[in-house]
């Protein structure tokens, strides 16, 4: 647990244990800082201080590091465009035997694109609303 606690995260850049008690943790073999002539008053303001500099630094970290992964991820991703009378597959859920039974049911046909990523399929004569993350499009080989 000290190992975890004293090392420096990637994202925030402190140690959890600083955020949480506003110094760098004491390991056994640490020199420790001399506090001679320090009032406890001005010991209190200068931890506050440091305390509350640590995590608006971390706080800042965090976004920033938030900003870097949407970045990333949004490289890699193409959204799909689905149109009304597209053929998709549909995941199956109810998946008794994992290894045989199939991850995709279908292809079924868009009758309406809603507008919050959703489509109504027709399945069994029946209006059924499904998420766009729940349908993968149908490729004709």
């Known amino acids: 647990m ?22 760098k ?22 931890f506050q201080n440091r305390l509350k500099y640590c995590r608006t630094k971390a706080i800042e970290h965090i976004q ?7 970045a990333y991820y949004d490289t890699r991703t193409r959204p799909i465009k689905y149109k009304v009378g597209d053929l998709v597959y549909l995941k199956n859920h109810l998946r008794l035997r994992k290894a045989l039974s199939p ?28 998420h766009f993350d729940e349908m993968k499009l149908h490729t004709s080989a």
């Open 25 to 46: 943790p004491y390991v056994p073999d640490s020199v420790y800082e001399e506090t001679a002539g320090v009032t406890y008053p001005d010991y209190v303001r200068v």
């Open 103 to 130: 991850i995709w049911k279908g292809p079924y046909k868009i009758i309406k694109i809603h507008g919050n990523n959703t489509a109504s399929l027709l399945i069994n004569r029946r209006h059924v609303k499904h």
């Open 64 to 70: 920033k590091s938030k900003v870097n992964s949407k």
């Open 2 to 23: 000290l190992a975890y606690n004293s090392a420096i995260h990637s994202t925030t850049h402190f140690s959890p244990y600083e955020l949480v008690f506003g110094t």
